[in-house]
């Protein structure tokens, strides 16, 4: 089955080196992110990027990636959950 060309590890493969492929989460409002698990919602989606990069390594080992997390406020006071993959050499 041919891989999507928008497909996460394919966008990790394109990248040169410098650039950055991201995935956020955002979550509208401060009321609605009381109750929720923000390192869980941070660690499922770095467990995705991780896998991607794992499968670019596996057919191009002489390239190196960082995989990295955080969380932002919006201007509208939104929370945003960032995990982003950053091709390094």
Not at 39 to 60: Q, W, Y
């Amino acid at each position: 089955m041919a891989e999507s060309e928008d497909s996460v590890r394919a966008q990790v493969q394109r990248l040169d080196i410098g650039q950055s492929v991201a995935k956020a989460y955002r979550v509208a409002g401060t009321d609605s992110f009381a109750g929720l698990d923000i390192n869980g919602i941070s660690a499922h989606m770095r467990k995705t990027l991780d896998g991607a990069v794992h499968r670019v390594r596996r057919r191009l080992p002489e390239r190196d990636y960082t995989v990295e997390t955080g969380q932002f406020f919006t201007r509208s006071g939104a929370l945003t959950v960032v995990a982003m993959v950053t091709r390094v050499s």
